[in-house]
């Protein structure tokens, strides 16, 4: 009873300090946004021959641009302008928008050029990107960047990235849920170059590449960003808070005269693959030679509406999963990382990330046990219609009689999404998700949802959103429901979350990591500059409570965070963090094999470090280390990444997590170690390899692909596979699984 009145208190006066805090800081309280001023570029017709795409920017078409000037910083000093002249100029044909930027920099010696794979992390280099809102709804969006390097770097938004930072994860890392879809991929073209005067980039994105309205010249929302990444710095041509990413599309600035093409287009995309399997545990002596052919199709049928259809889809080229250690009783959250996934993937995304997703595409396809489950084919219908986003998904699966857990029948998966979006960064939605059995009516399970935001001036937003599964057998509460207040200005901000979850909420085309709870979550950060000390940029002390409590009130889960975080001006960050952990079990948890927990109530106080050097060097680290009180005795340990980069074409990432754990119930300890290396001859031409052992899976695993690529991801990939039991770091017990895989792919336009 007194620890449940302690963490009501806690949670309420972190609540009214989240509410009282925003109106007590008079001077910091931002202006009304329709106050902004939003500049104006305009596009140029090209009269001329079309810009060679070089990276040389010598072309006579680039005289007829007017030349853009204007950037100012968001970070360090915000405001101020950029440190180094920008000009950037924007044309078009009847084909493509052209966008090209002069880059000066008088230490040009200096700049960083980062990693030569698509979408790589860009924060740790000089960048240059533009951020394209073809609807003008001041929501959504489409971004294309790149480093000296001329990668291709692009994503869509939806709802300005849901407050969201720029993730600074590789692509694979990351995946495609939030309000940021990393792994879209869109067929456009980048180049580059450099001198001593700066550097130089130079963009073609075709309009077939774009999703927008109709009319024949259109105005779209436009920002742009510079990073010079050896200072740190970010500029913006229209100017954005430094609470704010590039993504802030409401307060992006105007691109006119902007000459749209009406006709359609269309695309497909034919793969052929032939591989080698092996399986040493259920067919020891029996290689298979499977072959295979699909096709993915891409139809506009209007500018601002498209249709996906694919058959036999196969996703042999993607990358494996990073393993990560698992010490609670509650699933992980994997990302998507398959293609067919992608196109559109915030218009499907509702519900609460990694937490209650109302849809997570990783349903189809894959199997409970983790295999893959054959695609026969299906589509997608998404773009917007009259002012509202719509989103229709169907997709058919085979069975699959042999996945290491259970038996997988044939399934039908339908989504139905409907969004609008409303003035200053409102928006309402609602959601129907069905899985059915192909040859059992009965089997089927539905999920119903409604969903939005209320955007209040700038700083302050309610998210919500109330969902109701049905699943045949189940007569519990199905339904679930979240609301999350979010103030944010430039040095401080807030938020208060209650979510509500059932104890037969199932939506079994989603992600629910536990049900039958009741959470809150109330979270105070506030950033102080430093200009006193020089080598820190930043002092960032923040607070957070999070509790999930089960419906009948008994604490499951509490969380309370103290974390008074530095940031260097090299971009590293450093310190200690302060952690009080309750851990409720009601039944007995078995933590690792003969470890069981019996039930009761635990807490634990667990302190730690942070720490995170310049990611921008050629070696760097990043890691935590902790210590402290866990269940019923104590744990020492951390994870620890080592990052080596040589130029543009080498990249190594060794991480390594380990923990000791001595329990009453018994001693054990856990290991995770990866190794990824990457050697990139050109953007679009690479080797990685990524090898990975988990003590808690027993498996030591390579992932090797070779990259050929030509447009949109398609092209030529060399695969190979292999898993071995082990029984330790260093005990080898036999191979379990071995492959390897060729698969070529090729976009062609059909229209």
Not at 257 to 281: C, F, K, N, Q
Not at 342 to 370: K, Q
Request: include cysteine; hydrophobic fraction near 35%.
């Amino acid at each position: 009873m007194k620890l449940g009145f302690r963490i009501t208190c806690t949670t309420l006066c972190l609540a009214v300090a989240a509410f009282i805090a925003p109106f007590t800081l008079d001077a910091q309280q931002p202006g009304n946004e329709n106050d902004r001023r939003s500049p104006m570029a305009v596009v140029a017709r090209i009269t001329t021959t079309p810009p060679v795409i070089d990276g040389r920017l010598d072309e006579e078409a680039w005289s007829l641009g007017e030349p853009i000037t204007n950037f100012f910083q968001r970070e360090p000093v915000e405001g101020e302008p950029v440190s180094e002249r920008t000009e950037v100029r924007i044309l078009a044909d009847d084909d493509a928008l052209y966008v090209g930027a002069w880059l000066y920099d008088r230490n040009a010696d200096q700049i960083v050029t980062g990693e030569r794979l698509r979408d790589a992390n860009i924060q740790v280099a000089d960048h240059f990107g533009i951020i394209l809102d073809t609807y003008q709804d001041r929501q959504s969006g489409f971004i294309f960047a790149t480093t000296p390097s001329a990668i291709e770097y692009d994503g869509q938004v939806a709802n300005e990235g849901q407050g969201g930072r720029l993730p600074g994860g590789r692509r694979q890392q990351t995946g495609s849920s939030g309000g940021f879809n990393l792994n879209w991929d869109g067929s456009w073209e980048v180049a580059t170059s450099r001198n001593g005067e700066g550097g130089y980039a130079e963009f073609r994105i075709p309009f077939s590449t774009l999703r927008y309205a109709g009319g024949s010249v259109q105005t779209w929302g436009l920002n742009m960003v510079r990073r010079i990444r050896r200072r740190n710095e970010e500029s913006f041509w229209a100017p954005i808070p430094r609470q704010y990413t590039l993504m802030r599309l409401s307060m992006a600035g105007d691109l006119t005269g902007v000459p749209v093409p009406v006709r359609r287009a269309a695309t497909v995309s034919p793969y052929v693959l032939a591989s080698a399997e092996r399986d040493y545990v259920n067919a020891p002596g029996d290689t298979d030679f499977p072959s295979d052919l699909g096709l993915d199709a891409k139809i506009t049928l209007t500018p601002s509406l498209t249709l996906d259809l694919t058959t036999n889809t196969d996703f042999a080229q993607v990358e494996v999963d990073e393993q990560r250690t698992n010490l609670t009783r509650f699933p992980l959250f994997f990302p998507e990382k398959r293609p067919f996934f992608f196109e559109n993937a915030g218009t499907f995304a509702a519900g609460t990330p990694r937490a209650a997703d109302l849809f997570f595409s990783r349903r189809i396809g894959i199997s409970p046990g983790g295999n893959a489950v054959p695609i026969l084919g299906g589509g997608r219908l998404s773009g917007k219609v009259r002012g509202l986003g719509i989103g229709f998904l169907q997709v058919f699966t085979d069975g699959l009689d042999d996945d290491v857990e259970t038996g997988v029948q044939e399934n039908s998966f339908s989504v139905a999404r409907v969004t609008r979006e409303l003035p200053n960064r409102s928006r309402a939605g609602a959601m129907f998700v069905q899985r059915r059995a192909t040859h059992d009516g009965d089997d089927v399970n539905r999920t119903y949802a409604v969903d939005g935001r209320l955007g209040i001036g700038e700083a302050l937003s309610v998210d919500a959103w109330f969902g109701r599964t049905q699943t045949p057998g189940l007569t519990g509460s199905d339904t679930g429901m979240n609301v999350n207040v979010l103030y944010e200005i430039r040095d401080f901000s807030t938020s208060v979350q209650y979510r509500r979850i059932g104890e037969d909420f199932n939506p079994e085309v989603g992600f629910v990591n536990r049900v039958a709870y009741r959470y809150f979550d109330a979270n105070i950060a506030k950033s102080i500059r430093t200009p006193s000390v020089s080598w820190i940029r930043d002092f960032s002390p923040h607070v957070n409570a999070r509790y999930h409590f089960d419906l009948d009130g008994f604490l499951e889960t509490g969380y309370f965070h103290i974390d008074p975080e530095f940031t260097t001006e090299g971009g590293g960050l450093f310190g200690p963090e302060f952690n009080f952990h309750t851990e409720g079990l009601k039944v007995p948890f078995e933590i690792a094999p003969g470890v069981i927990i019996p039930a009761g109530t635990y807490r634990a106080f667990v302190p730690s470090w942070e720490m995170r050097t310049d990611p921008s060097a050629r070696l760097s680290a990043r890691g935590v280390a902790r210590v402290g009180q866990f269940f019923s005795g104590r744990r020492y340990g951390g994870d620890a990444t080592i990052t080596y980069r040589r130029g543009e074409m080498l990249t190594a990432d060794l991480r390594l997590d380990h923990t000791i754990v001595r329990l009453e119930e018994g001693d054990f300890e856990t290991t995770l170690l990866g190794l990824k290396v990457g050697y990139f001859f050109t953007p679009r031409i690479f080797v990685q390899t990524f090898l990975q052992y988990s003590d808690q899976a027993d498996v030591w695993s390579v992932n090797a692909r070779f990259g050929l690529l030509d447009t949109a991801g398609t092209g030529l990939y060399v695969v190979y596979n292999e898993a071995q039991e082990s029984h330790g770091l260093r005990s080898l017990t036999g191979p379990m699984t071995r492959s390897f895989i060729v698969k070529y792919s090729r976009q062609l336009r059909v229209l």
